[in-house]
């Protein structure tokens, strides 16, 4: 496997060094931005750790846009505990999140899981199909209804577990520890966050239904 590239986007030095230490220790290649403005310059990049308290641009616009540019997951750090904020940066196109303070161990674990998550999703590659939609875990692309869509990192690896399982349930939970790696401790407002974001994008084609009082599950019925 290639050298995984990051771009950790922090105006904290301490912190930022603390951090591109760690990752590059794990065998990750890191490079450090102290704004906004100069993180929205970069290109090329596998991962983002982006800070939402800058001093130029409020994180949670530079995520905005850096969603417009790439698929490549975003990890949000952030002080913010409130579920609003977290909610919030998810809805923008964040991947994920870790709450200051924070150990650079936490850091590389979340990593090392969205890695995982990828390499999982390829192991099979042959594509899935339930209705209308067709997931290509090779090309990471996905079409409703002969349509390209686009898909943040996670938004993919969610639909493309579900659609591995057609008419299996999942609950929340489940579906935090195999998709996104851990337990339930960080809420599972996360789960429903996404399953939105992708229902917002496939329509009606959507094949994501909710089982209420349990979870979620991939069938294609027109109706959820």
């Known amino acids: ?107 590389v674990a979340r990593i090392k899981s969205v890695v995982r998550r990828a390499a999982l999703v390829s192991v099979d590659d042959r594509p899935l199909e339930v209705g209308s939609v067709v997931l290509d875990p090779v090309t990471r692309r996905v079409t409703a209804g002969g349509e390209p869509v686009s898909l943040t990192a996670t938004e993919f690896d969610l639909l493309a577990h579900l659609m591995s399982n057609p008419g299996r349930v999942y609950s929340r939970e489940q579906l935090l520890s195999e998709v996104w790696g851990y337990a339930a401790i960080v809420g599972t407002r996360t789960v429903d966050v996404h399953v939105a974001q992708v229902r917002s994008k496939l329509g009606d084609s959507c094949p994501i239904r909710t089982v209420r009082g349990v979870g979620y599950s991939a069938e294609a019925s027109e109706s959820s």
């Open 1 to 107: 496997m290639s050298v995984v590239r990051i771009l950790l986007v922090e105006d904290d030095r301490s912190i930022a060094n603390s951090v591109v230490e760690g990752l590059t220790a794990e065998g990750f290649s890191v490079d450090h931005a102290g704004t906004g403005a100069a993180a929205l310059a970069a290109t090329g990049y596998d991962m983002v750790l982006l800070d939402l308290g800058l001093p130029d641009m409020d994180g949670r616009d530079v995520c905005r846009q850096l969603r417009t540019r790439t698929s490549a997951p975003i990890i949000m750090l952030t002080a913010r505990a409130e579920e609003f904020d977290r909610v919030l940066g998810l809805e923008l196109g964040a991947d994920d999140y870790i709450t200051k303070p924070f150990s650079p161990r936490e850091v």
